[in-house]
């Protein structure tokens, strides 16, 4: 099985930087892609940044320029960095993770327990 765990979340205002971290943990072979998505209050979830084993990134429009996603192979933990940030940035933030668990199996619907971002203006 593989454990997400986030950290990193909380209040901040309108303007101030934040990074999360996503720590997998337990038996598996490899991570493949580690990506944030986020989800506001009354709103789906939303893919904010992922980022391959090879390092290859991808970013929500609404993040690109001001957000930083990062990734440490060696501790299977990726990192969200979060500058110039808006209220409407506000929203719980889940790392998701997919790849090849011990016995050789594909999975892709691994996602941590969620923190909380808020952003006051």
């Known amino acids: 099985q593989v454990q997400l765990v986030e950290s990193g979340g909380g209040l901040v205002q309108a303007g101030d930087s934040l990074r999360l971290s996503c720590a997998a943990s337990?038996?598996?072979?490899?991570?493949?892609?580690m990506a944030w998505h986020r989800q506001a209050p009354g709103k789906h979830r939303e893919l904010v940044a992922a980022?391959?084993?090879?390092?290859?990134?991808n970013y929500a429009d609404s993040v690109k320029g001001r957000f930083t996603i990062s990734r440490d192979n060696a501790k299977n933990t990726v990192y969200l960095q979060m500058n110039s940030l808006k209220p409407e940035d506000t929203a719980v933030y889940y790392c998701?993770?997919?790849?090849?668990?011990?016995?050789?199996?594909?999975?892709?619907?691994?996602w941590g327990q969620g923190t909380q971002v808020t952003v006051s203006s």
């Open positions: 980022i391959s084993s090879g390092g290859t990134t």
């Open positions: 337990g038996t598996f072979r490899s991570i493949i892609t």
């Open positions: 998701n993770a997919d790849g090849f668990n011990s016995v050789g199996y594909y999975f892709n619907d691994r």
